[in-house]
């Protein structure tokens, strides 16, 4: 899972933590619903960060072993993108990476497809909000 950086937050932690792109990527990750299909699937989920995301690192929190945050420091994107089957992003150019790699759109998307009823695009933070439903 990699997200765009938005240029508003460079160097101003608490507009940052204030927003609704940070509220949302940690809803994302600390939902129930999402812990369940890692298991489910037995998938591990990693969330690369942006350069100008890592002085951030320790806000976003999570207490599911599947989900792991990491940075470039940690792990190359080349190689994250190489060894995963699938790739969330908002519209980060990344995306042209994956699908560079001959990952088709198909399986990008496959396993969330199975699992969501719908996705919403927010327009004011530009993430694909997964919305899945019971």
């Given at each position: 899972m990699m997200f765009t950086w938005r240029k508003q937050f460079e160097n101003d932690?608490?507009?940052?933590?204030?927003?609704?792109?940070y509220s949302t990527i940690?809803?994302?990750?600390?939902?129930?619903?999402?812990?369940?299909?890692?298991?489910?699937?037995?998938l591990e989920l990693?969330?690369?960060l942006h350069d100008n995301m890592i002085p951030y690192k320790?806000?976003?929190?999570?207490?599911?072993?599947r989900i792991k945050i990491?940075?470039?420091t940690e792990n190359s994107i080349q190689e994250l993108l190489r060894?995963?089957?699938?790739?969330?992003?908002?519209?980060?150019?990344?995306?042209f990476d994956f699908a560079?790699?001959?990952?088709?759109?198909?399986n990008i998307f496959n396993l969330i497809m199975k699992n969501l009823e719908k996705i919403i695009y927010q327009k004011?933070?530009?993430?694909?909000?997964m919305v899945l439903e019971k």
């Open positions: 932690e608490k507009t940052f933590l204030d927003s609704k792109y940690q809803d994302l990750i600390k939902d129930t619903r999402l812990s369940d299909l890692l298991e489910k699937e037995n990693y969330m690369c320790d806000k976003f929190i999570t207490t599911n072993s990491v940075d470039k060894e995963c089957k699938y790739l969330i992003t908002d519209y980060s150019s990344v995306a560079y790699m001959k990952k088709s759109h198909y004011d933070i530009g993430i694909m909000k």
